[in-house]
């Protein structure tokens, strides 16, 4: 009984030294897999930040699903602008596959950043197409004349997108149908970043994160956010929206004068125990969301 004890304790040690090495090299295995992704990470981004077509005439047009003619350059005048530029012989699968990318980072970067561009036939077939398709975003056709302009960014049927600026510079181009779906994940999250940066340039929030530390249970804390609008425009906060019912945010309704800045006053009642992050994203008239954090660990105790 002893003997066959003690072979059950050796078999036992030999099992977990073979799991010990097993999942050191599944460790090892697992971060170059990390390293290889970071490099493909890196190298995909560099790539479409330079992906681009020439920079754009002041001269092109299009037209709204009312007829009128409307300079690019007027719907970029606000800031840079994601072009989903497409054509009615375009596999109907391809746009359909990418509105759901779309709609979800129009959620981050708003809907008024993302602009749709057509090759149709005539406004009335965007109209309905727009219709059928329950788009939310805004929708241009291109007339012929323009349309060598991006037919030059090598279109071969399928629908791209890019960013274009104010001074309708380009840049950020991928034709997403082409690419897998790890290189679709990483465009998007790409452009996010681009428009978010943006966002952070035209405002400053201060601090972008407030620690409460340790706050005790059935208590409501608060803090204060200073947005500054460093722009040359004046802004309006539509709304702010927490990620929790428990938070909740006030601020001025009033436009924010270039140069000024403003006080966001934010409370936080802490009704379950344990660590907590909060994120508060702030909506605009135009432009970019932006977002701050609240944080800290409520302690399961009464308050006095």
């Known amino acids: 009984m002893r003997k066959a004890s003690t072979i059950f304790i050796f078999l036992l040690i030999g099992t977990n030294l ?35 077509i020439d920079r754009l005439p002041e001269d092109v047009y299009v037209t709204d699903n009312s007829g009128n003619k409307i300079l690019l350059k007027n719907l970029t005048a606000a800031g840079s602008k994601l072009i989903f530029k497409f054509s009615e012989t375009n596999c109907s699968k391809c746009i ?19 602009i749709f561009i057509a090759s149709f036939s005539g406004t009335n077939d965007l109209r309905i197409y727009n219709q059928v398709n329950k788009i939310r975003f805004s929708s241009y056709t291109l007339p012929d004349t323009f349309d060598h302009y991006f037919e030059a960014a090598g279109n071969v049927g399928v629908p791209y997108l890019f960013v274009i600026d104010k ?6 181009m991928f034709f997403s149908e082409k690419m897998d779906t790890e290189a679709q994940r990483l465009y998007y999250q790409l452009v996010k970043d681009e428009f978010l940066a943006n966002a952070i340039q035209r405002l400053t929030i201060t601090p972008i994160q407030h620690d409460f530390h340790d706050v005790a249970r059935g208590t409501t804390s608060r803090c204060d956010f200073q ?5 040359g425009e004046a802004i309006v906060i539509q709304r702010i929206e927490a990620s929790c019912e428990c938070t909740k945010a006030d601020w001025e309704s009033s436009p924010l004068l270039p140069g000024h800045q403003s006080t966001i006053k934010v409370s936080f009642e802490a009704k379950e ?6 994120v508060l994203t ?3 008239d135009h432009g970019s969301p932006m977002e701050c954090r609240i944080k800290g660990r409520v302690l399961d105790i009464t308050a006095k």
Do not use: C
Not at 96 to 114: C, M, Q, S
């Open 18 to 52: 073979f799991l010990i090495l097993r999942l050191s090299a599944l460790n090892s295995s697992i971060t170059d897999l990390n390293d290889d992704r970071e490099i493909k990470i890196k190298e995909f981004y560099n790539t479409f930040r330079s992906a681009h």
């Open 96 to 114: 359909e596959t990418a509105l759901p990318r779309l709609n979800a980072l129009a959620d981050v970067i708003g809907a008024e950043n993302i």
């Open 167 to 172: 001074d309708l510079n380009t840049k950020m």
């Open 227 to 231: 947005i500054r609008n460093n722009s």
């Open 273 to 278: 125990p344990g660590e907590f992050i909060r």
């Open 282 to 284: 702030m909506y605009f």
